[in-house]
């Protein structure tokens, strides 16, 4: 949680952010969207500390003393957190965190509260956020916290100002992959993988990707060189592990992010979503033209693409590796 990075990273944000609160006039309500990784919960909690910490300069926090250690604990009094209850955030969370913000401050009069994936409000929890939006009692201050502002309610995002953070570059959200515990071999994929997908398989079930990783190494090998494998290898193992429509367009963006590594590496490119295989991948270029590169990639498109179009899933997956062979 280091001000002069979330500067780096986000600097239109942060520079709107700074600028507000050293001219002390920050609107009661934000709405931080943006991609997974991108910051968003570090910016509203470097903004919390900012508002609480005594020895603040220039808007940035101390992050040292009492008020910023207790914040980055987790353990402020006047700083309330809401997040899903399993699928969503439901009204009854919205009324009870209602009656906490009414409470006097216990120390100042101010407060804040932090809504993270606050699009996954239902209705009801929703509606009771708009009445407290548009009425509040006290100084507070409300952050809202989302990856899918298209699916909030037009009322609430015309009540509080939206600020947009830019989507990070694969490094710095495999970086955020890590720091959620996805391991190593696991993070730059669900660093390049829509936010979506990646959500589903980090945590604990990052070792579904890290099982899907091997298999297209494997494949990628057999298809080069031991081509009388690849059928049985997609029988018995990915159509094994990648099971439906929504797993299988994973596998093959794994597949995507294979080839594209290749060209990265051909033109001596640093931040692969393989890096461990750069070396399988130098000897797979130097035999590869760019041209037969783009033309994998282009399959490989192609067959998301149809994919959606509701093919049958195995005969989609046999065509592509039989052309896949078809230039080496
Ligand atoms: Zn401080």
Redesign the pocket.
């Known amino acids: 949680m280091d001000w002069n990075r979330m500067m780096e990273d986000q600097p239109v944000v942060m520079t709107m952010l700074k600028q507000s609160m050293e001219k002390d006039r920050l609107a009661h309500a934000y709405i931080f969207e943006g991609m997974r990784g991108a910051g968003k919960k570090h910016a509203a909690w470097l903004t919390a ?1 900012s508002l ?5 300069e220039n808007a940035a ?9 207790r914040i980055e604990h987790g353990n402020h009094p006047d700083i309330i957190v809401v997040e899903p209850d399993g699928a969503s955030i439901k009204k009854a969370q919205v009324e009870a965190l209602q009656k906490e913000m009414t409470y006097k401050g216990m120390e100042t009069s101010f407060k804040i509260y932090i809504i993270n994936d606050a699009d996954r409000m239902t209705a009801g929890a929703a509606n009771s956020l708009l009445k407290f939006l548009e009425e509040p009692e006290s100084p507070i201050l409300a952050l809202l916290l989302t990856e899918n502002v298209h699916f909030m309610l037009d009322t609430i995002l015309s009540r509080a100002q939206k600020l947009s953070f830019a989507p990070p570059a694969p490094e710095k959200r495999a970086r955020f992959y890590r720091e959620e515990g996805a391991s190593e071999t696991a993070a730059p994929l669900l660093a390049r993988l829509p936010d979506e997908a990646a959500g589903d398989y980090q945590g604990e079930a990052t070792d579904w990707i890290v099982q899907g990783r091997a298999l297209v190494i494997q494949l990628v090998e057999e298809v080069h060189s031991r081509p009388h494998q690849v059928l049985l290898t997609l029988q018995e193992k990915w159509l094994a592990h990648f099971k439906d429509r929504e797993e299988l367009d994973i596998g093959l963006d794994l597949l995507l992010f294979w080839y594209r590594d290749l060209l990265t590496v051909k033109h001596n490119g640093q931040d692969l979503a393989y890096p461990d295989q750069r070396e399988t991948m130098e000897n797979q270029g130097l035999q590869m033209p760019e041209t037969e590169i783009a033309r994998i990639l282009q399959l490989i498109l192609d067959a998301k693409r149809k994919l959606r179009a509701n093919v049958n899933a195995q005969l989609l997956m046999e065509h592509l590796l039989l052309r896949l062979q078809e230039g080496s």
């Open positions: 500390r609480f910490c005594p020895y603040r926090p101390c992050g040292e003393c009492r008020e910023c250690r």
